[in-house]
């Protein structure tokens, strides 16, 4: 069983930078697979990233390639979501998702999720 607590979502300015992070509490963080989410009302919930329990695999949302970085400490149990120059459309709530199967982009595939954490990107 993992239990994962999203945090650092927030109300930004466009351009600015913001890093989620996802504290995971259970055993054997580092055979699950990570992964980020996001999902607006009447919105289907879609990919944003995710990476193997290594950290050597990472794998990306084609149209969000260049602003978003994901990364993991599995000494620490908590994997992270870097999203650079933050722009309206990536306003939504960012949810954490773990799977013990390898990187997919499916939702269907994970098998524990977060709570989410709102980011709202706004002037």
């Known amino acids: 069983q993992v239990q994962l607590v999203e945090s650092g979502g927030g109300f930004v300015q466009p351009g600015v930078s913001l890093r989620l992070s996802c504290a995971a509490s259970?055993?054997?963080?580092?055979?699950?697979?990570m992964a980020w989410f996001r999902q607006n009302p009447g919105s289907e919930r879609e990919f944003v990233s995710s990476?193997?329990?290594?950290?050597?695999?990472?794998d990306y949302a084609e149209a969000l390639k260049g602003r978003f970085t994901i990364s993991r400490d599995n000494a620490n149990n908590t994997a992270y979501l870097r999203v650079n120059t933050l722009e309206p459309d990536d306003t939504g709530v960012y949810y954490c998702?773990?799977?013990?199967?390898?990187?997919?982009?499916?939702?269907?595939?994970?098998?524990?999720w977060g709570q989410g954490t709102r980011v709202t990107v706004s002037s």
């Open positions: 259970g055993r054997a963080f580092s055979t699950y697979t």
């Open positions: 990476i193997s329990g290594s950290g050597d695999t990472m």
């Open positions: 998702a773990a799977s013990r199967w390898g990187n997919n982009r499916d939702k269907n595939y994970y098998h524990y």
